[in-house]
């Protein structure tokens, strides 16, 4: 009998241990779903997922790419910061922000604001594709696209760093620090302010631009610069530092810094440059950079090699070519320092064709070859290249009369108070009197 009332509480004892596991994890399974019910897709980005805005009689809303309408249009702004994502932050002339999911359900009620983090200085408007700005209690803090927080809300401020995505400046006790989206801060260090350098090349966009970097000390601003590695490449001990974006070397950063007014250059964190000129300016054309000291002026090549000796009164790049002039002398040299023997007042341009230039003397314009023979003669007030065309267009001001040369620059066309459209690749010149159409070399097809 002890026996069997043994088992009997042990089974009640199994039993109580299921019925208490299973609770615990119904209750885990409720805080993990009621607080996320109502969050973004943490599944990783569909790209066959399109959103994209829609507009009725001004008010705003959203759509998929099966043109299924997810947010009725009702609002006076929609922000769409990822087009992948089901993510929709949609206010009406300053009312506190709604945030949509990919379901059309309303998400991240329980905070005062929720902001996409605009990328500056662009001419398009676009959006942080992987964090937003959230605010509480008047804090604010960091969302990743999906709702999970990344930093708490405890900063007075979080905005983009210029052009650069995946990365956002956060100020703190009056202090600016870098993060990326992560949540990761970048730099172990805090500033004053931090810009981005904006530097850009067609292979990488922004993401090898670096980091101006100010501190104030009892002598006031202090510039340092660190690369897209986070490397300190100069220290916080500059009046002022400018990243040359133009120049042609894009694997090494050239600066331009000055300290106690006197100015140098840098390759990394190599000075090329002494830091001993009121001003230095860099010519992309000629990659060069001209230097001015107790206003005599001089260049310099990329590896900081001197060009051109600091002794000059004046020199000016026009065209292709560097224009000096020393007391009475007037000299007109190359990019590289050699001179050439042309009149002070003749100027070179260069055109899209390397064999092909458009040279300016007395006043009147004309075309030359690389070797300086003339292919059209110096006799016209105005010279240029047609818009989108291989054509020419020379106009004499005096007679209004227009003159067309073909890209073999031979005389198609000489027409009076011309005017010239240019359409489907195709160029239209007429008067009152008569029309041309012409093809995109300048030969005529037809004339009425």
């Known amino acids: ?216 000390t009892s002598d006031g601003y202090r510039y340092g610069y660190y690369d897209y590695d986070y490397d300190e490449v100069l220290t916080t001990d500059y009046n002022q530092i400018l990243r040359i974006v133009n120049v042609t070397d894009k694997n090494n950063v050239y600066l331009i810094a000055s300290k106690n007014g006197q100015y140098g250059v840098f390759i990394n964190n190599v000075k090329i440059i002494n830091t001993q000129y009121q001003t230095i300016n860099y010519e992309k054309d000629f990659n060069l950079f001209i230097a001015e000291r107790t206003g005599k002026y001089g260049a310099f090549n990329e590896k900081g090699t001197e060009v051109l000796k600091v002794e000059y009164d004046s020199l000016e790049v026009k065209g292709i070519y560097i224009y000096t002039t020393k007391g009475e002398d007037k000299k007109v040299f190359d990019k590289d320092g050699k001179e050439v023997k042309i009149s002070f007042d003749t100027t070179i341009e260069k055109t899209d064709n390397d064999n092909i230039f458009i040279k300016f003397e007395n006043n009147k314009y004309g ?37 067309i040369f073909n890209n073999k620059l031979e005389k198609t066309v000489e027409i009076e108070n011309a005017t010239i459209n240019i359409e489907d690749e195709k160029i239209q010149v007429y008067n009152e009197e008569i029309t041309y159409n012409l093809d995109i070399n300048g030969n005529i097809i037809e004339n009425k």
């Open 367 to 403: 075309v030359i070859d690389k070797d300086g023979k003339t292919l059209i003669n110096c006799e016209y007030d105005l010279l240029q290249i047609i818009r989108n065309t291989n054509a020419y267009q020379a106009i004499n001001f005096e007679n209004n009369m227009t003159y």
């Open 1 to 216: 009998m002890l026996i069997i009332m043994n088992k009997e509480q042990d089974m009640k004892k199994v039993i109580g241990i299921i019925i208490f596991i299973v609770i615990v994890i119904i209750s885990l399974g409720l805080s993990i779903y009621l607080p996320n019910k109502d969050k973004i897709s943490d599944e990783t980005e569909d790209k066959s997922v399109i959103y994209s805005i829609i507009e009725e009689d001004g008010k705003y809303g959203v759509k998929n790419q099966d043109e299924k309408v997810i947010v009725k249009p009702q609002y006076g702004q929609v922000v769409i910061p990822n087009e992948h994502r089901g993510i929709f932050i949609c206010d009406n002339d300053g009312e506190k922000t709604v945030v949509y999911n990919e379901k059309g359900l309303e998400i991240l009620k329980d905070y005062e604001v929720v902001e996409p983090i605009k990328l500056s200085n662009l001419l398009e408007e676009k959006y942080e594709k992987n964090a937003i700005i959230y605010q509480k209690n008047g804090k604010y803090g960091l969302l990743s696209i999906t709702g999970k927080v990344i930093l708490d809300a405890r900063y007075e401020q979080i905005y983009s760093l210029g052009y650069k995505e995946n990365e956002v400046i956060v100020k703190d006790n009056n202090k600016y620090k870098i993060y990326n989206v992560k949540g990761r801060q970048l730099i172990k260090d805090e500033f004053d302010s931090i810009q981005s350098d904006e530097y850009y090349n067609e292979q990488d966009g922004y993401k090898k631009s670096g980091y101006i970097v100010c501190k104030t």
